[in-house]
C-alpha cells in the first residue's frame, strides 16, 4: 500500500524495459539482443561450473574475469570494475562518480536509464539536445559561457539513434572538461564503432562502461564492466561493497572469463550482426524508410508517409515485434534490432505488404 512507501519512491518514475511477450513463432527485433548463441566455449564453462561449488560465495574481487578484460583491454587489472550487468555498474557510477551539484549532463534522445537514476539519487542535471540529423554536438558538451557540466555520460554509440562519435570526438570532450567525470557508456560499441578504452591512460576523468549483454550473446548471464583509471575504479569498488560484495555469481564469472578468452568467435558473430545490419538497411531504404547511419546492433528508421506507431501496431499483429518510443522529435521513428537474415527477411517482406 503507498501510504508506507518513502518520499524517494513516490517521487520516482521507473525505467521501462522492452517487452519480453511470449508469442509463439515470434520475430523478437525489440530488445538488442544478439541473434546468435553465446560462445560454445562459455556455455561449456557455465556447465562445467555447475557443481557442488555452488554452495560457496563467488569470488567477491572477480579476479579471474577482471584479469582477462585487462588483458583484453590493454589495460591493468585494477583499472577493471565488474557487476551485475552495466545497468548496476551505471548506478554505482551515478553515485560513486557522477552525483555533482553543477549537474550530470547527457543527450535529450538518449538511453532512458540515465533520469531515472538522477531521480533515484537526486542528481541535477541538463539535456544537451542532439542535432538536426540526431548527432551529438561535441562542442555542446564543452564549458561555455561559464557554465560547465558537474559530470558527463554519454552512449557511444547513441541509443535509439545508432550514431556514434570518433575517438578523435570523444577524446575532445573529455579533454574538454577536465573538472567532470565523463563516463562513455559504450554498451552497443563493438558493432562498428571505436572505443575509447585506449584514451583510458591518458584521462584521469574518463570512465568507459561495456556490457557483455549484446555483443557477447550474453544477455540471460548480466555481465557489465567499467574501465578508468584506478581511482575511479576504487570509488566504483566502495560503493560495491556497502551495497553487494558478490554482484556475480559463479556461474556468470565462469562464462563471462570464457567469452572474453574466445576472442575469434566474439568477432566473426560481430561481423555477422554488421553484415547482416548492412543489408538490412539497403533493404529498408529500398523500401523508402530514412534510416540513420548505424553503428550498433539495430536502426533506427522512419518512413516518411507512415506513423510510427502505426507501422509497429501492424507489425505486432504479424508477430513482429520492434521498439517504438513516444517521446518529442523521435515518435515516427522505429527501432529495430538486427536479427538473424531470415528475421530480417520477414521484417522486410511484411513492411512491403504494410506499406503496399
Not at 160 to 180: D, F, K, W, Y
Request: aromatic content about 8%.
Amino acid at each position: 500500500m503507498s501510504q508506507y512507501w518513502s518520499a524517494v519512491v513516490h517521487g520516482l518514475t521507473p525505467y521501462v524495459p522492452g517487452e519480453q511477450p511470449k508469442l509463439e513463432q515470434l520475430v523478437k527485433l525489440n530488445t538488442n539482443e544478439h541473434p546468435w548463441p553465446p560462445s560454445p566455449k562459455a556455455l561449456a564453462a557455465i556447465a562445467a561450473a555447475t557443481d557442488e561449488r555452488l554452495r560457496l560465495y563467488p569470488d567477491p574481487n572477480a579476479d579471474a574475469l577482471r584479469t582477462a578484460l585487462a588483458h583484453h583491454h590493454g589495460l591493468k587489472p585494477q583499472q577493471v570494475f565488474v557487476g551485475n550487468g552495466s545497468d548496476e555498474v551505471l548506478a554505482h557510477a551515478f553515485m560513486a562518480l557522477l552525483n555533482h551539484p553543477a549537474g550530470l549532463w547527457f543527450p535529450d534522445i538518449s538511453y532512458s536509464f540515465y533520469p531515472v537514476y538522477c531521480g533515484l539519487y537526486g542528481i541535477p542535471f541538463r539535456k544537451v539536445a542532439l542535432a538536426a540529423d540526431f548527432s551529438l554536438p561535441v562542442q555542446d558538451f564543452l564549458p561555455q559561457g561559464g557554465q560547465a557540466a558537474g559530470a558527463i555520460i554519454f552512449p557511444n554509440p547513441n541509443a535509439p539513434t545508432g550514431r556514434a562519435l570518433s575517438r578523435a570526438q570523444v577524446r575532445e570532450i573529455v579533454a574538454g572538461n577536465p573538472q567532470a567525470v565523463v563516463l562513455v557508456d559504450e554498451a552497443y560499441v563493438d558493432f562498428g564503432a571505436e572505443s575509447a578504452d585506449t584514451l583510458i591512460d591518458e584521462f584521469p576523468n574518463l570512465l568507459v562502461s561495456q556490457t557483455f549483454s549484446k555483443s557477447r550473446s550474453l544477455a540471460g548471464l548480466r555481465v557489465g564492466y567499467a574501465l578508468g583509471q584506478a581511482p575511479l575504479i576504487e570509488a566504483l569498488e566502495r560503493v560495491k561493497n556497502s551495497f553487494n560484495s558478490y554482484p556475480l555469481d559463479r556461474l556468470a564469472l565462469a562464462g563471462a572469463v570464457a567469452s572474453v578468452e574466445d576472442d575469434a568467435y566474439f568477432r566473426s558473430q560481430c561481423q555477422r550482426v554488421i553484415d547482416t545490419r548492412e543489408a538490412l538497411v539497403a533493404d529498408l531504404h529500398a523500401l523508402g524508410f530514412e534510416v540513420l547511419p548505424s553503428a550498433a546492433n539495430f536502426v533506427f528508421a522512419q518512413h516518411p508517409r507512415h506513423a510510427g506507431a502505426d507501422l509497429a501496431a501492424r507489425l505486432r499483429e504479424r508477430a513482429i515485434i520492434v521498439r517504438h518510443f513516444k517521446l518529442p522529435r523521435i515518435d515516427n521513428f522505429l527501432r529495430i534490432t538486427v536479427g538473424t537474415p531470415e528475421q530480417c527477411q520477414a521484417l522486410t517482406e511484411a513492411l512491403r505488404t504494410i506499406l503496399s
